[in-house]
């Protein structure tokens, strides 16, 4: 018999207001730095102030636990001492840290967990990140685990890889479990060194575009990426064996091993060498408080990511074109990992309302899609609250 079994009704121990302890736990945005993060290089994340409200209590078992969704009106239940099996969609973000928490040796009790969101799912400001890190810090804290924050970030990157099947970085978990309010982090995927810089936008703010499309093939295109990457490392190791990532690759030797590559694997390699010098300049533009030059970086990271890096879509394009010449618009690209999702803009304030209006209806004579527009702040990282 499975292991997993769904329901729909919410379980009367999940209608009281009686918890333990609330995790809130965020989505997170990404200035520049895009598909960079697993290939050792840079990135600048920030946690939003839009989250995932998680509330945990022990049940008083040894090994039942119950989730529930307040937004998908459906809930599971499992025993912690059986084997974990694959669920449905997003039960599989939750199994994959319980399964890491027990590959860990440790030793979590029954719980129960009610599930609350704020975060649209699937726009690409990483709801899956999101939900990961507050299910690792919830079993964490409720049960004196001891797990340090970057362990958290760590476990719930593995349990997205292993259980999940995305290949994905450590971004969006560091993101959401490591930031500071008010400030962007400059984050160096290498080694994990990270330096915050105050979110200092002027008279600007940033504006989340959702384009209401999620391209089918996106896990399986997004795998294909990183895998191009490494194939092209290998290719390069046979001559050079101590480059093991592209963070070690120069622009020079790139161009030594144009005919030796495929054309696709050297224009991955290209991006991926031009956005981190982009994510350099654009700290020390955003330290400067030049916003206009750090604006041009943001759309040559999308021209980047649309022409060498084939992460885009004719929606997302759409968009960043739409926000060109507009001089009140200093920069906009696609975020996250792509073929849909949200444009990320920095937009003067006072003509926020206007242009979601004006684009919102492009958008609409364009494709017969509704746009959704989020504002968003640079918000903190993980926080506990023990009720
Ligand atoms: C997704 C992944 F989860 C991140 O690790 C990162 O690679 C991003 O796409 C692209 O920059 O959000």
New binding site residues.
């Given amino acids: 018999m499975t292991n997993i079994r769904s329901f729909s009704i919410k379980p009367e121990a999940l209608k009281s207001d009686e918890f333990d302890l609330t995790v809130e736990s965020p989505g997170r945005i990404?200035l520049i730095?895009?598909?960079?993060?697993?290939n050792n290089g840079y990135?600048m994340p920030t946690a939003i102030d839009k989250k995932i409200i998680l509330r945990f209590k022990r049940n008083g078992t040894k090994n039942f636990c119950r989730f529930y969704s307040e937004i998908f009106n459906t809930g599971f239940e499992f025993q912690l001492d059986k084997p974990i099996e694959k669920g449905k969609g997003w039960e599989n973000y939750i199994l994959g840290v319980v399964q890491e928490i027990i590959n860990k040796d440790l030793k979590p009790e029954g719980f129960d967990c009610l599930i609350e969101s704020k975060l649209p799912v699937g726009a690409?400001i990483?709801s899956?990140?999101a939900l990961e890190c507050g299910v690792a810090s919830g079993i964490n804290a409720l049960f004196d685990l001891g797990l340090t924050d970057l362990e958290i970030v760590k476990l719930s990157?593995k349990a997205?890889n292993d259980f999940v099947g995305?290949n994905?970085?450590?971004?969006?978990q560091f993101a959401s479990v490591m930031s500071k309010k008010g400030t962007i982090i400059k984050l160096d995927c290498l080694n994990l060194e990270s330096e915050y810089i105050p979110a200092d936008f002027k008279n600007c703010k940033l504006l989340l575009l959702n384009t209401n499309v999620s391209h089918n093939l996106a896990d399986s295109d997004?795998n294909s990426r990183r895998e191009e990457c490494e194939a092209a490392i290998k290719i390069i190791q046979k001559e050079f064996p101590k480059i093991v990532s592209l963070r070690d690759l120069s622009f020079e030797i790139l161009k030594n091993f144009k005919n030796k590559l495929s054309a696709r694997m050297y224009d991955r390699c290209l991006y991926v060498l031009k956005e981190n010098e982009r994510v350099l300049a654009a700290a020390s533009e955003l330290k400067s408080g030049n916003l206009k030059s750090f604006g041009e970086l943001m759309y040559a990271s999308h021209e980047g990511l649309q022409n060498l890096y084939e992460v885009s879509c004719k929606e997302l394009d759409f968009l960043v074109d739409h926000s060109r010449n507009k001089n009140f618009i200093y920069g906009s690209r696609m975020m996250?990992?792509?073929f849909g999702g949200c444009t990320i803009n920095l937009i003067e304030e006072d003509r926020i309302d206007s242009y979601i209006q004006e684009v919102s209806e492009a958008y609409f004579r364009e494709f017969e899609i509704k746009l959704d527009a989020i504002s968003v702040l640079p918000g903190q990282g993980t926080q506990i609250l023990k009720n």
């Fill in positions: 990404n730095g895009e598909h960079t993060d697993y990135v690409g990483s899956s990140a990157q997205e995305s994905c970085g450590i971004m969006d997004y996250g990992g792509g």
